[in-house]
């Protein structure tokens, strides 16, 4: 069984900034790509950013240059920067990444989600 573990939501005024982790557990051979997603009330989950093996990253336009992330690879563990926080990120922040959990044997798991709302 694997999992993932996110933690660092909150509540934030506008301007500030959070850190979100996300750690990966159970019987992980290596993993892939990790990223973080988001889903706004009655929008459809979006893409924020993503983070190889080798440390590429990829990030959506609306959080260019306010977010960085990164990954501890000993740590099997993946960190979402978050500054200059606006309303609009107010969102559901999922974790994912895709993980070898066995020779041939690949599964993309979701973490359970944390709550960001940015709000004065």
């Known amino acids: 069984q694997v999992q993932l573990t996110e933690s660092g939501g909150g509540l934030v005024q506008p301007g500030g900034s959070l850190r979100l982790s996300c750690a990966a557990s159970?019987?992980?051979?290596?993993?892939?790509?990790m990223g973080w997603y988001r889903q706004a009330p009655g929008k459809e989950r979006e893409l924020v950013a993503t983070?190889?093996?080798?440390?590429?990253?990829n990030y959506a336009d609306s959080v260019k240059g306010r977010f960085t992330i990164s990954r501890d690879n000993a740590k099997n563990t993946v960190y979402l920067q978050m500054n200059s926080l606006k309303p609009e990120d107010t969102a559901v922040y999922y974790c994912?990444?895709?993980?070898?959990?066995?020779?041939?044997?690949?599964?993309?798991?979701w973490g359970q989600g944390t709550q960001v709302t940015v709000s004065s």
């Open positions: 994912n990444a895709g993980i070898w959990v066995g020779v041939g044997r690949w599964k993309n798991t």
């Open positions: 159970g019987t992980i051979f290596s993993i892939d790509t």
């Open positions: 983070i190889t093996s080798g440390s590429s990253t």
